[in-house]
């Protein structure tokens, strides 16, 4: 389980779907029997206390009319994308339930920064500039080989590394089927490996929840 503060007040806390039913205990033993209102993003408890908690279906899960139905959508199985990009790295995969079957990931060298002034900084920062662009476009062909294949077969793409960079792979017009599989959720993660990639799939199917305290 993780947690960190959120924006506007409260808390993110992540866990996994499998746990959703404990972590549900736990805050009625805190804070007392909830209310549960279906929301467009999951559930969403209302303890008498005041505290609340919005439960964040995973990506390609279906929000649930209930805990139950909740808790059975979070923890099926799915086949879910994954598009990791930073920089000149870039991992993508396919995860049938918390297993990888299809992965690859490709470094490509681009320049790191450089204090250099005048001239030399600008032919220095166009290179590096070239060098980034040829890599995000083998980023693109890269997902087109393996990803685009499965499309039709995916609940979810969840991606994660540099929006920026993400954001420029997909852009790619051969990718529009997979960009319109995208999940809001972008993952937090380094310089993508074959074992970020791995580790990528339990954060892919955490259920995330909002919580807030009486008060806050």
Same mark, same amino acid.
């Given at each position: 389980?993780? @947690?960190?503060?959120?924006?506007?007040?409260?808390?993110?806390?992540?866990? +996994?779907? =499998?746990?959703?039913?404990? /972590?549900?205990?736990? #805050? !009625?033993?805190?804070?007392?029997?909830? @209310?549960? !209102?279906?929301?467009?993003? +999951?559930?969403?408890?209302?303890?008498?206390?005041?505290? !609340?908690?919005?439960?964040?279906?995973?990506?390609?899960?279906? *929000?649930?009319?209930?805990?139950?139905?909740?808790?059975?959508?979070?923890?099926?199985?799915?086949?879910?994308?994954?598009?990791?990009?930073?920089?000149?790295?870039?991992?993508? +995969?396919?995860?049938?339930?918390?297993?990888?079957?299809?992965?690859?990931? &490709?470094?490509?060298?681009?320049?790191?920064?450089?204090?250099?002034?005048? /001239? @030399?900084?600008?032919? #220095?920062?166009?290179?590096?500039?070239?060098? *980034?662009?040829?890599? %995000?476009?083998?980023?693109? &062909?890269?997902?087109?080989?393996?990803? %685009?294949?499965?499309?039709?077969?995916?609940?979810?793409?969840?991606? +994660?590394?540099?929006?920026?960079?993400? &954001?420029?792979?997909?852009? &790619?017009?051969?990718?529009?089927?997979?960009?319109?599989?995208?999940? =809001?959720?972008?993952?937090?993660?380094?310089?993508?490996?074959?074992?970020?990639?791995?580790?990528?799939?339990? *954060?892919?199917?955490?259920?995330?929840?909002?919580?807030?305290?009486?008060?806050?």
């Amino acid at each position: 389980m993780s @947690s960190r503060p959120a924006a506007g007040g409260g808390r993110w806390v992540e866990i +996994g779907p =499998e746990r959703t039913v404990r /972590w549900v205990a736990g #805050f !009625t033993d805190r804070h007392g029997p909830p @209310s549960t !209102t279906p929301q467009p993003y +999951g559930l969403l408890l209302a303890a008498p206390d005041g505290a !609340t908690a919005e439960l964040h279906a995973p990506p390609g899960a279906p *929000a649930g009319g209930d805990l139950a139905a909740f808790v059975a959508a979070a923890t099926a199985p799915r086949r879910i994308g994954l598009l990791l990009a930073r920089k000149g790295a870039v991992a993508v +995969g396919v995860a049938a339930g918390e297993e990888l079957t299809v992965s690859k990931v &490709d470094t490509r060298y681009v320049q790191g920064r450089t204090a250099a002034g005048g /001239w @030399s900084q600008q032919r #220095f920062a166009r290179r590096r500039d070239n060098q *980034a662009k040829a890599a %995000l476009g083998d980023a693109a &062909d890269l997902a087109v080989r393996l990803l %685009l294949p499965a499309a039709a077969t995916l609940a979810a793409l969840v991606c +994660g590394g540099d929006r920026r960079a993400v &954001d420029t792979v997909l852009a &790619d017009r051969r990718l529009a089927p997979l960009a319109a599989l995208r999940a =809001e959720r972008l993952l937090d993660v380094p310089e993508p490996r074959h074992a970020v990639l791995v580790d990528a799939i339990a *954060a892919a199917r955490a259920v995330r929840i909002l919580v807030r305290e009486p008060g806050v």
